[in-house]
């Protein structure tokens, strides 16, 4: 055998760094730590998941509504989550601050809701029309007045603008809130009735979801700005649309006889809305158990709707994550 030479040493160093590197190829980098999300899961029984299954007592939660179908099937590919859902049926802006904020914390880097319907009587104001066989002024004015008073629109604005700036201070001071609108109701896309209501009627319950909707998203601007200007954190106050179809603007006009008579406002036509000729799945259910327990479920979103609103959500969470 030859004596070791310096060649024969050098290609034997080489050999081995060769070796040592297709070792690291093959492994790969280290993996980076799974992000982590702390979520509330917060809001009215558009969150609760109301619409689905049987209308239970202690606020009507069920499993497939959109926060938890976000959490469980989409985003837990690529998030480590840790949902609190406390979402509860029937809660106005009030309910929400008093029972459900208090639970937010700063450990919570994402929050979700839906509020608002509850605070304007929207439920109060379908329920007339079905009821009374004919829709009222609240509807036809698109007024946000409920049994307990007069109220404008500012007030609701202002009531939930500060309801966002409340949940996002006991939040992380980085966390993300994402506050989601409500589905348009009827396709309106026949000149047709649909249900009980006619077309002047879905056209108003249309332009008054739309109204809210407006408000709803000119309440998370107010928000955002409340937080950077005033409590110096930034505002990460997420408006997630759960509107679809097409807004015409100035298509609804208040009718002879009611406040505000011949003003014009925003409503929309969606293929996914109630007697929809698209051939779609509505996203909201029509009428349920309307004398049984179930009939809470009635104007509420089904499983398509609430899978959308998973969707939505969680391409939202994935922008700002």
């Not at 799945?281 to 089904?302: A, E």
Request: glycine letters at 10%.
């Amino acid at each position: 055998m030859q004596a070791d030479s310096p060649l024969r040493r050098h290609v034997a160093r080489v050999l081995a760094l060769i070796g040592v590197l297709a070792v690291f190829a093959v492994a790969g980098p280290a993996s980076a730590a799974t992000p982590r999300l702390n979520w509330a899961a917060l809001g009215d029984s558009y969150s609760s998941g109301t619409g689905l299954g049987d209308v239970t007592t202690n606020c009507d939660r069920d499993a497939y509504a959109y926060a938890p179908r976000a959490s469980w099937d989409i985003l837990n590919r690529d998030y480590r989550i840790q949902q609190d859902f406390v979402a509860c049926a029937d809660a106005a802006t009030p309910d929400l601050i008093a029972d459900q904020v208090p639970l937010v914390s700063r450990r919570h880097t994402v929050a979700s809701l839906t509020i608002g319907g509850n605070d304007i009587g929207f439920g109060d104001k379908l329920r007339g029309c079905i009821a009374g066989f004919s829709c009222g002024p609240d509807l036809f004015s698109l007024s946000p007045d409920t049994a307990d008073g007069p109220q404008t629109w500012d007030e609701i604005h202002d009531r939930l603008a500060a309801a966002y700036v409340l949940v996002r201070k006991r939040m992380d001071a980085n966390g993300h809130l994402y506050v989601l609108t409500y589905p348009i109701p009827f396709a309106r896309q026949s000149g047709g009735s649909c249900l009980v209501f006619d077309q002047t009627e879905q056209n108003a319950a249309n332009a008054l979801v739309t109204r809210l909707d407006d408000t709803i998203y000119w309440a998370t601007v107010r928000a955002n700005e409340l937080l950077q200007t005033v409590h110096g954190r930034p505002g990460n106050v997420h408006f997630v649309d759960w509107r679809t179809g097409t807004r015409v603007e100035n298509g609804y006009t208040i009718p002879a006889g009611y406040a505000d008579a011949g003003r014009s406002f925003a409503t929309y036509v969606s293929p996914d809305g109630l007697c929809n000729t698209s051939g779609r799945t509505p996203l909201i259910n029509g009428f349920v158990d309307i004398l049984g327990p179930n009939r809470g479920n009635s104007f509420h979103p089904n499983s398509t709707g609430y899978w959308l609103g998973a969707e939505l959500v969680s391409a939202a969470i994935r922008a700002h994550q």
